[in-house]
Structures are given as structure tokens and as C-alpha cells.
């Protein structure tokens, strides 16, 4: 992974991240804001300005392109990235994450390209109060089923 692009899909790709982002994952994974027993050990390892360092490092490093897998959920995924489910007002992901995936910098992350198993844990564990570091996202989570996180997932790791 010293290039930012995980091979274990549990493991989520670093690269081509904004570097804002990470470095304010960094800094809640070193605050316990954010709970993760690997990267809250490694965090706390490090000084801010460590944190910078590694931060612009892999938001320098370009992603591998992912893809879908699930073919038979894609359209569901791409309809739910592209125009969320409007009866439970959950909005667009394309909305904040941009229609290719790229994100904003510093409010919201790359998403394009990220493994589907990674995004779906993440998906989850907002939804389920596993990861309370964003209150848009858990709400956003909350309001989506197993089979709609597993599209959703699916559709953005073939995003580039």
C-alpha cells in the first residue's frame, strides 16, 4: 500500500484522497472521535504535522479504477448515486460526492474507484451508530437497506 491503493478490499484506497479529508480522519482517529483499533494506534503515533505529511502524500498518489461487480444492482446503485430515493428523502450521493466521484475537497471525499466492501461497511456502520464522525452521513445511512448499500457500493467502486 505505499502507493495509497489498498489491494484488501476491507481496506479502503487512499490514494488520490483529498488531503484535507485525511488529514481530518488522522486527526479523529487520534482523538477517539473516529474509533478503529489498527488506525487509532497509528494515529496516535503520529504528530500533526506527521499527519500533514502522510495526508498530501497519498492525495498525491493516483487510484487504481475499480468496477462493479454486482451487474444485476448496478442500475439500482447508479439510481440511488444519481438521484437518491426521493419517497425517504435520501438525497442524491452525487450531490456531495460529485457525479464522477471525485468529491469535494476538504467537505466531502473522493469516492470513485474505493473498494464496494469498504464503502459498505462504512455505509453500515453510519447507519447502524458505528461510525458517529459525520451526522449527514449517518443520517443519510440511515434511511438505506442491506440491498441498497450493496447496490450503492457497488455502483461507486466503478466510478471514475
Same mark, same amino acid.
Given at each position: ?5 489498498? *489491494?484488501? #478490499?476491507? &481496506?479502503?484506497?487512499?490514494? =488520490? =484522497? ?15 472521535? $473516529? ?10 503515533? @503520529?504528530?500533526? =504535522? ?14 487504481? #479504477?475499480?468496477? *462493479?461487480?454486482?451487474?444485476? @444492482? ?10 437518491? !430515493?426521493?419517497?425517504? %428523502?435520501? #438525497?442524491?450521493? *452525487?450531490?456531495?460526492?460529485?457525479? &464522477?466521484?471525485?468529491?469535494? #475537497?476538504? =467537505?466531502?471525499? /473522493? @469516492? ?6 469498504? !464503502?459498505?461497511?462504512? @455505509?453500515?456502520?453510519? /447507519?447502524?451508530?458505528? $461510525?458517529? &464522525? %459525520? ?9 438505506? &437497506?442491506? $440491498?441498497?448499500?450493496? *447496490? ?9
Amino acid at each position: 500500500m505505499a502507493d495509497g491503493n489498498s *489491494a484488501i #478490499p476491507a &481496506n479502503p484506497k487512499l490514494a =488520490q =484522497q483529498h488531503p484535507e479529508y485525511l488529514l481530518k480522519q488522522l486527526q479523529e482517529f487520534k482523538s477517539g472521535k $473516529r474509533k478503529s483499533a489498527v488506525m487509532s494506534g497509528m494515529a496516535a503515533m @503520529l504528530s500533526e =504535522q506527521e499527519m500533514r505529511d502522510v495526508a498530501w502524500f497519498l492525495g498525491s498518489k493516483p487510484i487504481k #479504477p475499480g468496477f *462493479a461487480k454486482e451487474k444485476d @444492482l448496478v442500475a439500482l446503485g447508479e439510481k440511488i448515486y444519481r438521484g437518491g !430515493i426521493g419517497d425517504r %428523502s435520501v #438525497p442524491a450521493c *452525487a450531490g456531495c460526492h460529485s457525479p &464522477n466521484g471525485a468529491g469535494i #475537497p476538504i =467537505q466531502y471525499p /473522493r @469516492l470513485g474507484g474505493q473498494h464496494a466492501e469498504y !464503502i459498505a461497511a462504512q @455505509l453500515t456502520a453510519f /447507519r447502524d451508530g458505528g $461510525r458517529l &464522525n %459525520s451526522v449527514p452521513m449517518s443520517g443519510v445511512a440511515a434511511k438505506l &437497506n442491506d $440491498r441498497e448499500i450493496k *447496490a450503492v457500493s457497488d455502483y461507486i467502486a466503478g466510478l471514475h
